[in-house]
């Protein structure tokens, strides 16, 4: 599986974003998929997954009530809204895809997007 993320921006706390993750390959919908970002000086830490059908999602405590995310398979992607944003949401943004169930453990992902940058100002 390949991943691309994209729909990263600046913008002001408070305003919304929508990021997209496009996958190639035919057994997306085997995939867990998950967000996780980053952020300088800081280990990757999940933000949200959602199941193989998109019939269960998680989020960090950190975004519940901010973020939501969902999946389409059947064209192969993944969103995560985002509103409401804070200074502190500020990272790199990374997609990624896991065989396994563990969707909070980034070591349980086998593949991986580019990242996309988010950057909220005050």
């Known amino acids: 599986v390949q991943l691309q993320a994209s729909g990263g921006g600046l913008v002001q706390a408070g305003a919304s974003l929508r990021l997209s993750c496009a996958a190639s390959g035919s057994t997306f919908n085997n995939y867990v998929m998950g967000w996780f970002r980053q952020a300088p000086g800081k280990e990757r830490e999940f933000v949200g997954g959602v199941s193989f059908s998109g019939s269960n999602t998680w989020l960090a405590d950190s975004v519940k009530g901010r973020f939501t995310i969902s999946r389409d398979n059947g064209v192969k992607m993944v969103y995560l809204q985002m509103s409401n944003l804070k200074p502190e949401d500020t990272a790199v943004y990374y997609c990624?895809?896991?065989?396994?169930?563990?969707?909070?453990?980034?070591?349980?992902?086998?593949?991986w997007g580019q990242g996309t940058q988010v950057t909220v100002s005050s």
């Open positions: 990624a895809a896991s065989l396994r169930v563990e969707y909070w453990d980034s070591r349980r992902y086998d593949y």
